[in-house]
């Protein structure tokens, strides 16, 4: 027998195996499909109320972080995305409560903002990047821990941090981790070339936006492994970053003798012959506080003296990836997500307060 009529062989065998047969019992391991249900939920059972005994629910371990989620309101709206409108988010964020047991879905303080709870960033930036390539168009605030009250005590979740790192670099990170109210619960080393397990006990404030800092500290030889604890006493106030942002100014297209100067004051996230609007966040200060600049200025053709003036050496801009950028941004701050761009600006609603 030839290898393509083989081939065509499995294949029908397969396509028998696949095809839907309608029956009326099915047995334990057969897979079937029960259609006339709407509203059934997965764990949830099937069976007649005469005779019939629920099994247990499958118990999900509760969200410990959330994040707002929100229509895209920048300047930019509307040039990359085919889903733009609040109905359109709110459709495909219950949508995704059918096949994920571990998110809740709660409306927010407006019509077009939804809060997201999920297990962790990484739970939340998943659905972010899926919801980006199917062609949604929105804005998403900073993480925010879930905390408790029981018996008028408030609590806040805590994770079990594991860090290798290098002996060479182990100062720095202890440092890190201490400033973030981590407490030390085991330290070994590994036997490789004198690199060090570090095992801590963390609140969940702490974790977020630290993967960039501990990589920052150790000159990227860390590794970082987080994982659920517990819920525990609220530890107090963790300041997670130091510096402040760098916002555009105005509206337009930036310009090399522009971000030569800008430079000076910070790292930059943008390139000449970029388009920025009036609140994006195009860099970071080297400083506290955010600071506005002009990068989209033009240098006078009056000006020019000689050839050497006009040229410029400019940095290599920072590239954020998606978590990156989630990890960065504060309480005033939006990560504006399309389906070809990632984003960061300042939210103007907090900022028409001040």
Same mark, same amino acid.
């Given at each position: 027998?030839?290898? =393509?009529?083989?081939?065509?062989?499995?294949?029908? &065998?397969? /396509?028998?195996?696949?095809?839907?047969? @309608?029956?009326?019992?099915?047995?334990?391991?057969? +897979?079937?499909? $029960?259609?006339?249900?709407?509203?059934?939920?997965?764990?949830?059972?099937?069976?007649?109320?005469?005779?019939?005994?629920?099994?247990?629910?499958?118990?999900? /371990?509760?969200?410990?972080?959330?994040?707002?989620?929100?229509?895209?309101?920048?300047?930019?709206?509307?040039?990359?995305?085919?889903?733009?409108?609040?109905?359109?988010?709110?459709?495909?964020?219950?949508?995704?409560?059918?096949?994920?047991?571990?998110?809740?879905?709660?409306?927010?303080?407006?019509?077009?903002?939804?809060?997201?709870?999920? &297990?962790?960033?990484?739970?939340?930036?998943?659905?972010?990047?899926?919801?980006?390539?199917?062609?949604?168009?929105?804005?998403?605030?900073?993480?925010?821990?879930?905390?408790?009250?029981?018996?008028?005590?408030?609590?806040?979740?805590?994770?079990?941090?594991?860090?290798?790192?290098?002996?060479?670099?182990?100062?720095?990170?202890?440092?890190?981790?201490?400033?973030?109210?981590?407490?030390?619960?085991?330290?070994?080393?590994? =036997?490789?070339?004198?690199?060090?397990?570090?095992?801590?006990?963390?609140?969940?404030? =702490?974790?977020?936006?630290?993967?960039?800092?501990?990589?920052?500290?150790?000159?990227?030889?860390? +590794?970082?492994?987080?994982?659920?604890?517990? #819920?525990?006493?609220?530890? =107090?106030?963790?300041?997670?970053?130091?510096?402040?942002?760098?916002?555009?100014?105005?509206?337009?297209?930036?310009? @090399? #003798?522009?971000?030569?100067?800008?430079?000076?004051?910070?790292?930059?996230?943008?390139?000449?012959?970029?388009?920025? #609007?009036?609140?994006?966040? $195009?860099?970071?200060?080297? !400083?506290?506080?955010?600071?506005?600049?002009?990068?989209?200025?033009?240098?006078?053709?009056?000006?020019?003296?000689?050839?050497?003036?006009?040229?410029?050496?400019?940095?290599?801009?920072?590239? #954020?990836?998606?978590?990156?950028?989630?990890?960065?941004?504060?309480?005033?701050?939006?990560?504006?997500?399309?389906?070809?761009?990632?984003?960061?600006?300042?939210?103007?609603?907090?900022?028409?307060? !001040?």
């Amino acid at each position: 027998m030839m290898v =393509g009529e083989m081939r065509a062989m499995i294949i029908k &065998r397969m /396509e028998r195996m696949i095809n839907r047969v @309608s029956t009326e019992n099915v047995e334990a391991g057969d +897979i079937c499909a $029960v259609c006339g249900i709407s509203d059934i939920k997965i764990g949830e059972t099937i069976a007649d109320k005469s005779i019939g005994k629920a099994l247990p629910i499958i118990k999900v /371990e509760e969200p410990t972080v959330k994040m707002s989620f929100s229509i895209n309101t920048s300047p930019f709206v509307g040039r990359e995305g085919k889903y733009v409108t609040s109905r359109n988010l709110r459709d495909r964020l219950y949508r995704e409560l059918e096949r994920n047991l571990a998110m809740r879905i709660e409306d927010g303080e407006t019509a077009d903002t939804f809060v997201v709870n999920g &297990r962790g960033t990484l739970h939340i930036t998943i659905l972010i990047e899926s919801m980006r390539r199917e062609g949604y168009e929105f804005m998403v605030g900073p993480p925010k821990v879930i905390s408790k009250r029981v018996d008028d005590k408030l609590l806040e979740p805590f994770e079990i941090a594991t860090v290798e790192v290098p002996e060479d670099h182990m100062g720095p990170v202890v440092e890190l981790l201490g400033k973030r109210r981590g407490q030390m619960l085991d330290m070994q080393g590994l =036997g490789l070339e004198g690199t060090v397990l570090l095992k801590y006990i963390i609140p969940t404030r =702490g974790v977020l936006g630290l993967r960039n800092a501990i990589l920052t500290a150790s000159r990227g030889t860390a +590794i970082l492994n987080t994982v659920f604890d517990s #819920y525990g006493p609220w530890s =107090g106030n963790i300041n997670t970053r130091d510096q402040g942002s760098l916002v555009a100014f105005d509206d337009g297209m930036t310009t @090399s #003798y522009a971000l030569h100067s800008a430079q000076e004051r910070g790292q930059m996230f943008v390139s000449p012959g970029m388009e920025v #609007y009036k609140g994006q966040i $195009v860099g970071i200060h080297q !400083r506290p506080g955010d600071l506005s600049l002009n990068v989209c200025k033009k240098k006078a053709a009056t000006n020019v003296r000689s050839n050497k003036e006009q040229t410029v050496v400019l940095d290599a801009p920072l590239s #954020y990836s998606l978590d990156d950028c989630i990890e960065y941004i504060q309480e005033d701050e939006l990560v504006e997500v399309t389906p070809l761009s990632i984003r960061m600006c300042k939210n103007p609603k907090l900022v028409k307060r !001040r």
